[in-house]
């Protein structure tokens, strides 16, 4: 009984190992046609869905064109206004250095409002000098620390 029962499982494990083996049967191709045999045509539309109507009477009008409504488009515009962060600040004498993205620093003269965690606490108005991306201005009203935003709203 036993040599039946390992003759029956080696004959089962061959039988795997042979259809694991088994090669398939190569796979033939179209030719492909080359970059300049290629012709790309934009996708036709769908046709609208017809309706069909019915007189008061029960019988069939020529179908209605159904019309579809345009996908509304979406619009991307970059945000141009002028941001940046209080990098220091001077409490005795009431001025901040400002830090902003290269190129676009504010001119001398703008008022800009100072916030923090969203909440206005304070306005600057630009003095000067310019260098590199950062600039200086006078705290005029309320009051700034480093880290704080500042924006032209």
Do not use: W
């Not at 005795?92 to 409002?113: C, N, S, T, W």
């Amino acid at each position: 009984m036993g040599s039946m029962r390992s003759f029956s499982v080696a004959a089962k494990l061959a039988l795997v190992f042979l259809a694991g083996c088994a090669a398939p049967k190569p796979v033939e191709y179209d030719a492909v046609p080359g970059p300049s045999q290629t012709k790309v045509s934009p996708p036709s539309p769908a046709p609208a869905p017809v309706a069909q109507q019915k007189t008061a009477h029960g019988e069939k009008q020529k179908p209605a064109q159904v019309q579809r409504r345009k996908p509304a488009s979406t619009i991307i515009t970059p945000d141009a206004s002028l941001s940046g962060k209080v990098s220091r600040c001077n409490g005795a004498f009431r001025f901040v250095v400002l830090e902003f993205p290269i190129a676009h620093l504010p001119g001398v003269g703008q008022k800009l409002f100072v916030y923090r965690d969203g909440l206005k606490v304070g306005e600057v108005k630009v003095t000067g000098p310019h260098r590199d991306d950062r600039t200086v201005a006078d705290l005029t009203t309320g009051e700034a620390q480093p880290g704080d935003e500042v924006r032209e709203q």
